[in-house]
């Protein structure tokens, strides 16, 4: 069957059982849910705890700022269009901090809410490139500083044995011993990134690879407003070397804009992930797999390519409820030696319906390598390289060469190539609270066209946390 035939099939089917489907979801959460306070495939010991470690916390605070400021030269471009990178020489500042709040409310239950203020422009309004160079800005438009709600959750843990391991405390993690295998619950305002798609080398964008298909797979659309959070709930069953997770989350009710769609019958994304952990030697290493099914009022390229003339080449105004995005990402990580650690990433969702909430890629391939510096005796330093391949499907390619936009893309015409981004940082730690980095992102055929680039991007992030 057709990756259109599919996606019907599924759409048909949900529009059949909506209220089944996403009890059955939500039940799921339910039974595999996880707080957003440990990266899923973080190694934890196994040895005997150190009984004057492991003290319980009841309440804490924990900060973060990050700033960065970019900067592109000239490059050639045989033409521009409306949401293209602009040729000409360029620099854009941005900054975002956030605000840990963390408080125990009964055994294994807490309340997690974070306040975050943001600011600032990518480049060219943060256009032209699939997998922009910076993980900390949002298409909002307006660049002044904002204060919002990043993060209103509440966390419920259920102990299941396997041994006690100690959380040392941290940005929504409260200090105290609880089990190696655990049940936990996570509802309310949160990103699903959270809790899914974690990856120990590339995951942290304030202080490691900066790149968007770095942080998150390129092709998994996942929900979330424009500042990447949603309402959701979310969950992981962890058992011993293995972990099995579930969610359900809003939807927005326009591509890649704040407004949550709470029509859940009509529009919700659904996720589900399960993560092997391993030791080659006595080295960690993890994979997952991870699949995702969206709804919600996307409009259809395809549309598009057989009647432009009626939808004024706008994918936009072929939105209707019902249709479905779906896809699949697929995560290797594993340390080689005590610095080195290394990973693989590849995502892929069918491409027909338009981008929603991410970025607009269809295909995705990324893999890198770290180090920190204990090789030129600066242990806490650390310098990585990662390069994202990405590719877009026939009918967004078609799409896009045919002179329409998208939220990001839209050069006019196109002259289809896949999008290469090379992501190179320096970071050098000052003390435990404050490191600065050096960023170099070339980026090849930026936005998918072999027509303009080669674009080099450099930049300097700033980051505090205490």
């Not at 060219?124 to 500083?145: E, K, N, Q, W």
């Not at 706008?314 to 995005?325: F, H, I, L």
Request: proline share 5%; aromatic share 10%; hydrophobic share 40%.
């Amino acid at each position: 069957m057709s990756l259109d035939g599919i996606t019907r099939m599924l759409a048909a089917t949900l529009r059949m059982r909506p209220k089944l489907i996403l009890v059955g979801v939500l039940l799921a959460a339910v039974a595999h849910a996880h707080s957003p306070r440990d990266l899923p495939s973080e190694d934890k010991p196994d040895e005997p705890i150190d009984p004057t470690k492991g003290q319980k916390e009841w309440i804490s605070f924990h900060f973060q700022t990050t700033a960065a400021t970019q900067y592109h030269p000239s490059f050639f471009a045989k033409y521009s269009g409306k949401n293209s990178l602009s040729p000409n020489d360029e620099t854009a500042s941005a900054f975002v901090s956030t605000l840990y709040a963390d408080m125990r409310l009964w055994p294994g239950a807490e309340l997690l809410v974070n306040p975050e203020l943001s600011g600032g422009l990518g480049l060219s309004h943060t256009l032209g490139v699939a997998a922009f160079p910076s993980a900390i800005v949002y298409r909002v438009g307006d660049p002044a500083p904002a204060i919002y709600l990043a993060r209103l959750a509440i966390s419920q843990t259920i102990g299941l044995g396997g041994g006690k391991i100690v959380n040392d405390g941290g940005p929504n993690e409260l200090a105290g011993k609880r089990d190696k295998n655990q049940l936990a619950i996570t509802v309310g305002r949160l990103s699903v990134t959270d809790v899914f798609d974690g990856n120990r080398w590339a995951h942290d964008a304030s202080e490691r690879f900066f790149n968007w298909a770095l942080f998150a797979s390129g092709a998994w659309d996942y929900p979330a407003d424009t500042r990447g959070y949603t309402w959701g709930a979310l969950g992981d069953l962890a058992i011993d070397w293995w972990s099995i997770r579930a969610g359900a989350a809003l939807e927005p009710k326009y591509a890649n804009l704040l407004p949550m769609d709470t029509r859940i019958d009509k529009s919700i994304g659904l996720m589900w992930e399960a993560e092997a952990r391993y030791k080659i030697g006595k080295r960690p290493g993890a994979v997952s797999l991870l699949g995702f099914l969206n709804f919600a009022r996307m409009g259809s390229y395809a549309d598009v390519l057989k009647n432009p003339a009626l939808y004024d080449n706008n994918v936009a105004n072929t939105r209707k409820d019902g249709r479905a995005k779906y896809g699949f990402a697929l995560s290797f990580e594993q340390q080689i030696t005590h610095g080195l650690g290394t990973f693989i990433r590849m995502s892929i969702n069918d491409g027909q319906s338009e981008t929603w909430a991410f970025a607009e890629i269809d295909r995705s391939i990324a893999f890198g390598a770290v180090q920190d510096g204990e090789l030129w005796k600066r242990p806490k330093d650390e310098m990585g390289i990662a390069m994202v391949i990405n590719g877009l499907s026939p009918w967004h390619r078609d799409y896009l060469a045919g002179g329409c936009v998208g939220f990001m893309l839209g050069d006019g015409k196109l002259n289809y190539g896949s999008e290469i981004v090379t992501d190179i940082y320096y970071r050098l730690e000052l003390n435990d609270q404050i490191c600065f980095s050096a960023i170099y992102q070339p980026i090849v055929n930026p936005g998918y066209n072999q027509d303009r680039g080669p674009v080099h991007v450099f930049s300097i992030r700033a980051h505090v946390a205490f």
